[in-house]
């Protein structure tokens, strides 16, 4: 095999759009060169219009919601009179589902600062780049990495009790194991496609799943002292 | 834009005055239309061009669009709503409660600005799982995503100062249990959370400074980062495309990487 070329050299010719282009690409070059010559359209007025139709359709539906229901409105405010349960708002309730298990400084302070911190590192790690399936390279490394995640992580919450994140984990893990177990040549379509996912979607799908389960449950399954409730009786 | 020579607004477009706003003149050339985004300090954010198929509903499904529409809604709604309001305690209950009973249509702005404001967080989520699972948070796109974080903080944050507002059961016991995870922060939580309730317990200094939070501090955030934000998305190149995804297959795809004059430019760099 020969050495390949350590740039690509062009011309562009397509006087309509632009005057004509030279072109170099090393290989060094930002990955923003890598963009093909497409169809476009100019922002103004077709972009700005289907934003503006998207948001006015939104409006309209926020309009008629806000006719039909009502904002929920308590008696004053009374320190000395504490509800049970006290809810924080519903997109922390996932957060407060935790802190019934764990102590605060874990619930409270860790976990929110995990998250923050592992959200905001995502596209830094090449790990999150990477778009190969999970279980397609060093497969037996991979594998072994997963069974013994999979399982401290598993017992962890089983030990604290915590068997409304354990489930969600528990069928994650599931779907892994058919991931791990498929292959790109695998006769069904659903398990190329699992095949086909690398290890950041495993871990956001797992969480995503996490946040709506511990959300729905800390909304409607919970009530006096956070016990279990079932939502249609009272 | 109508074709027609004596339309009012092409009269109107003509005058001195309208030319004197908006100086990209009154043609529907591409060229025109260019010059009304570049010209514009608000549109300026946004690129000229647009792949045609980044504006179909499937690449994108306009979530960041919405979340922008949703804050719209809620700087409207909350600006009136502000008149009506006063951040004390007990009178801010009884505006709350005169919204309902006094106030023309008071309800109904109160409804708009409450579900409008869970749209919005559930939007933003929607936005940052839809922007995750298309990978377009890969470089160069990296500090774009990051900005989206601190949007979603920044969201988070005025609809829990937010929460307390109508200083009613729901508002006090939800913001008494929030702040009280604060105070397990090791060190200086106790001190973080007297800063933020401006004492040592929920109460009508709380109160006062979630309102200046809630009206002024961090909506202005939000305008910074949200033009931030949109801005970035023109200087990384454009809405992000699947490389998976030929534009159209049938079309064979030049050998050399066509770039505008803008790209190569980079590609120096």
Redesign the interface.
Known sequence: MTEPKDF?????S?IRK?QK?V????RR????????????????????L??AL??EI??IA??L???F???????????T???NP???????LG??EM?HYF???V???LIPTVL?VA??V???FNV??E?DGLFLKNRRRRLSIFYVAALGFSLFLWFFDVYVALVPTLIVAAFMLIAAFSSPHSSSRSRRYLASKPVS?WV?TWF?FE?IVLTIVGTFFRGPGWSWVLPWRG | MPDGKGGYFERLERTRVWRSVFRSGTGSSTLHRALAIQQNLFLHLFSTKVRRRMLGFRATWYLGALTLGTFFILVITGILLMLYYHPSVPQAYADVKDLKFVVSSGMFLRNLHRWSAHAMVLLVFAHMFRVFYRGAYRPPREFNWVIGVILLLITLLLSYTGYLLPWDQLAFWAITVGSNISSAVPVFGDKARFLMLGGHQVNANALLRFYVLHCVILPLAAVLFVAVHMWRIRKDGGLYVRQSEPARESEPQPEVPATDNKEVLVGKR
Do not use: C, H
């Open positions: 690509v050299a062009g011309v562009g397509d632009s282009r072109l170099f690409v090393t070059t930002s990955a923003q060169v890598k963009v093909s010559d497409e169809e476009q359209v100019q922002t103004f007025p077709e972009g700005l289907r934003i998207a948001i939104l409006a926020l309009v919601i806000s006719l229901f009502n904002a929920p409105l308590e008696g004053i405010a009374d320190p009179n504490t509800p006290a809810k924080a708002p519903w997109y922390f957060l407060q802190l102590p605060p400084v619930a409270g302070v923050v959200l905001v995502i596209p830094y999150n780049i778009a979607w956001m995503l946040l």
